[in-house]
């Protein structure tokens, strides 16, 4: 079993729908990413938290310490919303371990 | 400005050739990896340099060998490849090690007929 887990593997929604991707790990951390790499290939670094909310346009991650569990939710999604989604946790002055990524297809 | 920069982005060739892929980093950052990514989109540590010094080197085969001739810097070059080698390398840089926010290059496509 991954030490980061993420939930669902793949996912298509409707365009305008909310969207939540989830993603578990069984590490302490100090700070947890996510990542959106799109079909292209190329991958951008979405968010970095240690705890709380953090919200960047329709994108809003989450994250729960005691319970080791964070989730990506999109707002109004968009077809140009399709990507995977990668969470990767980050130990203490560890290397980061990633999840398996979740497709995500928003259909127009 | 592209802030992290590999090249090529994609590279086709024969068994047993060797190759290298580069990448440069414009952001000032400390810390520079090396990631594959494999068929399953997994993405796996090969490599982090930090301040030129190797840091993290993954369970990866002597063929494959980075060098970062300095902070901007950190190239991989792979000697005898094989068929397995056939990935997705991407170079990454932070501000500092591992709980830094990280930027990623574009990839490189590596294909080993």
């Known amino acids: 079993k991954n030490e980061v887990e993420q939930s669902p593997q793949n996912l298509t929604a409707q365009e305008g729908e909310f969207i939540t991707i989830n993603c578990s790990y069984s590490?302490?951390?100090?700070?947890l990413h996510w990542l959106q790499q799109h079909p292209g290939g190329g991958i951008v670094s979405l968010f970095m938290?240690?705890?709380g909310k953090k919200k960047h346009g329709r994108l809003i991650a989450t994250i729960n310490i005691q319970e080791k569990h964070s989730s990506l939710h999109i707002t109004a999604s968009h077809p140009r919303d399709s990507a995977v989604y990668i969470c990767a946790a980050a130990p203490q002055g560890g290397k980061l371990i990633f999840g398996q990524g979740t497709e995500l297809s928003v259909k127009p | 400005d592209t802030a992290v920069s590999q090249t090529p982005k994609y590279l086709v060739t024969q068994m047993g050739n060797d190759k290298s892929i580069k990448c440069e980093q414009n952001?000032?950052?400390?810390?520079m990896y090396w990631y594959k990514q494999d068929s399953k989109k997994f993405l796996k540590i090969m490599f982090s340099y930090n301040n030129k010094e190797l840091i993290i080197n993954e369970t990866v085969p002597n063929r494959f060998s980075p060098k970062s001739p300095d902070k901007a810097h950190l190239n991989l070059h792979i000697n005898s490849l094989e068929l397995g080698d056939s990935a997705v390398y991407f170079c990454a840089s932070s501000p500092e090690p591992w709980d830094a926010e990280a930027f990623f290059g574009q990839g490189t496509r590596l294909t080993v007929v």
């Open positions: 590490v302490g951390i100090s700070a």
């Open positions: 938290l240690s705890s």
């Open positions: 952001l000032g950052h400390d810390t």
